[in-house]
Antibody, heavy 119, light 107 residues
Framework: QVQLVESGGDMVQPGKSLRLSCAAS????????MHWVRQAPHKGLEWVAS????????YSADSVKGRFTVSRDNSKNTLYLQMNSLRLEDTAVYYC????????????WGQGTLVTVSS | DIQMTQSPSSLSASVGDTVTITCRASQRISSYLNWYQQKPGEAPKILIYEATSLQRGVPPRFSGSGFGTDFTLTISSLQPEDVAAYYCQQSYINFWTFGQGTKVEIK
């Protein structure tokens, strides 16, 4: 069965860096675009970043552009989110999600990993 | 960026009622509109994709309609297990955006 398991969430100070991972299993990871979506405490969903199936095309929201980088290692079935220059407003649960074309709907989600940015 | 506006932000209805949530896009997005359900403490779950298609395993009391800029999620015969937040999402361009969400409660 399809499984997505995020890890790497932690409490960090503003300005620091963190790398999140999303381990995928149960499907052909190399064939799917993957996304990161976050949810601040008691707030709605915010799309963060995505990568094409081969990692060549990446996209990120304006709120994280220049600070966050999405990447993937298809040999390890793992998606990453490198988060630099973290801000208080980056505090959120971060989910990875698989996208299905052509609808680009997110059909499987991980359980999320909590990132807390606090001084 | 395409802005997605949902209404209402919350609603309370009785078991068995029909509930309607609307989502408006700031520009035309064809049928590239998806709906998600998120129960407290859980990850979101896809309900409807491409505006009208029901995801496998989702109860048929959920339905979607719309095209262009205006979309609707309908829950016919609301059940206690439908208490959740519902989000629309556009996938028309490579900068996906969600609506702000609608919380559904039982009266």
């Amino acid at each position: 069965q399809v499984q997505l398991v995020e890890s790497g969430g932690d409490m960090v100070q503003p300005g620091k860096s963190l790398r999140l991972s999303c381990a995928a299993s149960g499907f052909a990871f190399r064939s799917y675009a993957m996304h990161w979506v976050r949810q601040a405490p008691h707030k709605g969903l915010e799309w963060v970043a995505s990568t094409s199936y081969d990692g060549i095309n990446t996209y990120s929201a304006d709120s994280v552009k220049g600070r966050f980088t999405v990447s993937r290692d298809n040999s390890k079935n793992t998606l990453y989110l490198q988060m630099n220059s973290l801000r208080l407003e980056d505090t959120a649960v971060y989910y990875c999600a698989r996208a299905v074309v052509p609808a680009a709907m997110f059909d499987y989600w991980g359980q999320g990993t909590l990132v807390t940015v606090s001084s | 960026d395409i802005q997605m506006t949902q209404s209402p932000s919350s609603l309370s209805a009785s078991v068995g009622d029909t509930v309607t949530i609307t989502c408006r896009a700031s520009q035309r997005i064809s049928s590239y509109l998806n709906w998600y359900q998120q129960k407290p403490g859980e990850a979101p779950k896809i309900l409807i994709y491409e505006a009208t298609s029901l995801q496998r395993g989702v109860p048929p009391r959920f339905s979607g309609s719309g095209f262009g800029t205006d979309f609707t999620l309908t829950i016919s015969s609301l059940q206690p297990e439908d208490v959740a937040a519902y989000y629309c999402q556009q996938s028309y361009i490579n900068f996906w955006t969600f609506g702000q969400g609608t919380k559904v409660e039982i009266k």
